[in-house]
């Protein structure tokens, strides 16, 4: 029988390899941060194939032992609303994408549970974690799972209409039509947002943000899908929404109140617009 320790440790091989990261932290901190500490009791449902969309699919593990959430699986948090733990392999690539360091600053949209949390508070330690999730029962499970982590601060609140501290990075959990200007905002320079753009029904892309001297550059990077932010999911009727290829193709972005749109951009929605330049204004990377 496997125990669960070496599953942990041969599971967070498997993130660090997904992650293509050069930082062996990120391998370490998948295999101290225990994932069923987050679940909750198990047994625990996985959420296989476009259960997301159809509702079926979803499978009862065989009993509570957590050897077998040490998969790249879905578990559910609240099956009824569509919540889950989240895919490891893909959030091993984001967050190895955002590169934490030390001492940096995080910003958490969309906590769940706390686990992402966790491994960002590892992986910035002694640096600060603040944590928002807007659903009630998960903001209190995720306070409890992360109260043995000093550096970790969780907010039940809105990202939307809070304000949030100066942040080296901004991980984003929840699908925006655009980020708030008070997210970009937020971002200390040479800062990283992550965030799941999905402009469209048919539009989801992953973007990784970082806060250069010229601008904020934009790289969309794979497709994502993740639940509607609640504020920030829904564009007006004025938008310019860009099809999948538009939104490939934009490389920075910009608030309508610094520069107007041009010619370049790929979106417009609300106080932001995506343009195909890069923010040094040179021409779109092939």
Known sequence: ??????????????????????????????????????????????????????????????????????????????????????????????????????????????AGTGYYTALLARLVSPGRVTAFELEADLAARATENLSAYDNVTVVHGDAVTHDLPPSDII????????????????????????????????????????????????????????IPCVGASVANSAAKIPDRQKAASSRSIWLTADRPPDRTATAVIGDVWFSSQTPGGGPKRQ
Not at 63 to 72: E, K, M, N, R
Not at 77 to 85: E, R, S, T, V
Not at 173 to 182: H, I, Q, T, Y
């Open 171 to 226: 991980y984003v959990n929840a699908g925006v039509v655009a980020p708030p200007v008070a997210w970009l905002r937020a971002l200390k320079p040479g800062g990283r947002m992550i965030f799941p753009w999905r402009p469209a029904e048919s539009v989801g892309v992953a973007v990784m943000v970082t806060r250069t001297e010229q601008g904020f550059a934009c790289d969309p990077f794979m497709r994502s899908w993740f």
């Open 1 to 110: 029988m496997t125990s669960v320790e070496d599953a942990r440790k041969f599971y967070a091989q498997l993130m660090a390899a997904n992650a293509g990261s050069a930082d062996p932290r990120l391998e370490q901190a998948f295999a101290t941060v225990p994932r069923e500490a987050f679940l909750g009791p198990g047994p625990w449902t996985v959420v296989a194939g476009r259960a997301l969309i159809t509702g079926k699919g979803r499978i009862l593990t065989p009993s509570d032992d957590p050897v077998h959430i040490y998969q790249d699986v879905l578990v559910a948090l609240d099956a009824d609303k569509g919540i889950n733990n989240g895919e490891p392999s893909l959030h091993a690539m984001w967050i190895g994408k955002t590169a934490p360091r030390n001492g940096e600053t995080v910003t958490h949209v969309g």
